[in-house]
């Protein structure tokens, strides 16, 4: 069975220059599409992907990155709009670079779609009710 699953990869370190995700594509066969990548000022690398394959490979790959000291942190369930703080005021909807929020033109309620979110962060700063939530 075919899976495609985004997912949140932090290097540590001393992985900051191996080629780690070259190695998921030659080893173990997978696909990946670079969302985000980004090396923080402690150096820890941090990269969103969609990784695609069989789910086989998928998990030996993501066998071999926590082997490897990678950790791992899937995208879809971490953020969440919590309704009972929303205010529809819309400003995540400017700052978010995926377009993750709707504006319903009817009801002016906001939407929020996960599967659209690479977790950059911007919107939990920006919500002036900090209504957007984030869970390890
Ligand atoms: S910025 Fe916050 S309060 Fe405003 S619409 Fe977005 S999630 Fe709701
Ligand atoms: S973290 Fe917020 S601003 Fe960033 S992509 Fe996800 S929803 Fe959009």
Do not use: W
């Amino acid at each position: 069975m075919a899976v495609s699953k985004r997912i949140v990869l932090h290097f540590p370190r001393r992985l900051v220059d191996r080629p780690i995700v070259y190695r998921l594509i030659k080893d173990y066969n997978l696909e990946f599409n670079i969302l985000k990548a980004s090396v923080t000022p402690e150096e820890e690398g941090l990269m969103v992907i969609e990784l695609s394959g069989e789910q086989q490979d998928y998990d030996k790959g993501i066998r071999y990155l926590t082997a490897n000291g990678v950790r791992i942190q899937s995208l879809s369930q971490d953020f969440i709009l919590n309704e009972q703080r929303c205010t529809h005021c819309g400003a995540c909807i400017t700052i978010c670079p995926t377009g993750a929020f709707e504006l319903d033109p009817v009801t002016r309620r906001v939407y929020f779609d996960n599967e659209k979110c690479i977790a950059c962060g911007l919107c939990i700063k920006a919500c002036p009710p900090r209504a957007m939530e984030v869970h390890f």
